[in-house]
Nanobody, 115 residues
Framework: QVHLVESGGGLVQAGGSLRLSCAAS????????MGWYRQAPGKQRELVAN???????NYADSVKGRFTISRDNAKNTVYLQMNSLKPEDTAVYYC?????????WGQGTQVTVSS
C-alpha cells in the first residue's frame, strides 16, 4: 500500500502563491502517476495536474500557466506550485498516486483564496 501526506495548504490572498507537497511512503516503486485533484463545496473532485513517471505533465485548462507540478523522485515527493491564485481556486486539494491497479489518496489539504 501507499500512504500519502499533503502539506502546504492555507489561507492566501488573491494573486498570492502557495506550494503544496505530497510525501509518499510504503510500496512506492509501483507508482506510475502522481497528481493533484481538488474538490470545492458542492462540486465533484476534479483533476488539477498530474505527472507521469518520466516527467510528462498534464494540467487542467483553468490552471495552465499558473500552476506547476514537479517530482523529486529521491524524496518520493510531488509538489504543486500555485501562483496567481484566484478565489475560484479555493478547494480541498488531494494528492493522488496511481499504480495502474489502485488509486491512493491523501487526506486532503484546504486551500482558501480570499478576494
Amino acid at each position: 500500500q501507499v500512504h500519502l501526506v499533503e502539506s502546504g495548504g492555507g489561507l492566501v490572498q488573491a494573486g498570492g502563491s502557495l506550494r503544496l507537497s505530497c510525501a509518499a511512503s510504503g510500496i512506492i516503486s509501483s507508482i506510475n502517476v502522481m497528481g493533484w485533484y481538488r474538490q470545492a463545496p458542492g462540486k465533484q473532485r476534479e483533476l488539477v495536474a498530474n505527472i507521469v513517471s518520466g516527467g510528462r505533465t498534464n494540467y487542467a485548462d483553468s490552471v495552465k500557466g499558473r500552476f506547476t507540478i514537479s517530482r523529486d523522485n529521491a524524496k518520493n515527493t510531488v509538489y504543486l506550485q500555485m501562483n496567481s491564485l484566484k478565489p475560484e481556486d479555493t478547494a480541498v486539494y488531494y494528492c493522488n498516486a496511481y499504480t495502474n491497479i489502485v488509486n491512493y489518496w491523501g487526506q486532503g489539504t484546504q486551500v482558501t483564496v480570499s478576494s
